[in-house]
């Protein structure tokens, strides 16, 4: 288990909760609209943490594939742009 203190912030129109720090409580943009809490968190087992991480890099992945894909076909048609221009009939 693990305890942080956090309470509630505003910054412009934003509310968040944040981990209660010097870095939120000098900085004049985010004002504490909330007294602090202390809350304890149960950490998640791996058994729970490492197959969302898998399906997170898998996805990661697949985007990456999806990326490259589209970038090689469009090579592959500039390429064939300049081919028909190269081999174009006298």
Same mark, same amino acid.
């Given at each position: 288990?693990?305890?942080?203190?956090? /309470?509630?912030? !505003?910054?412009?129109?934003?509310?968040?909760?944040?981990?209660?720090?010097?870095?939120? %409580?000098?900085?004049?943009?985010?004002?504490?609209?909330?007294?602090?809490?202390?809350?304890?968190?149960?950490? !998640?087992?791996?058994?729970?943490?490492?197959?969302?991480?898998?399906?997170?890099?898998?996805? %990661?992945? %697949?985007?990456?594939?999806?990326?490259?894909?589209?970038?090689? /076909?469009?090579?592959? %048609?500039?390429?064939?742009? !300049?081919?028909? !221009?190269?081999?174009?009939?006298?």
């Amino acid at each position: 288990m693990s305890k942080m203190t956090i /309470a509630k912030y !505003l910054l412009y129109s934003n509310v968040s909760v944040k981990e209660v720090s010097n870095y939120y %409580e000098e900085d004049i943009d985010y004002i504490r609209i909330t007294d602090t809490v202390e809350v304890e968190f149960n950490e !998640l087992s791996d058994e729970v943490i490492i197959p969302q991480r898998i399906a997170a890099y898998d996805a %990661e992945i %697949e985007e990456a594939r999806n990326v490259a894909a589209k970038k090689i /076909a469009g090579i592959e %048609e500039r390429k064939a742009e !300049l081919m028909v !221009l190269t081999h174009a009939p006298d």
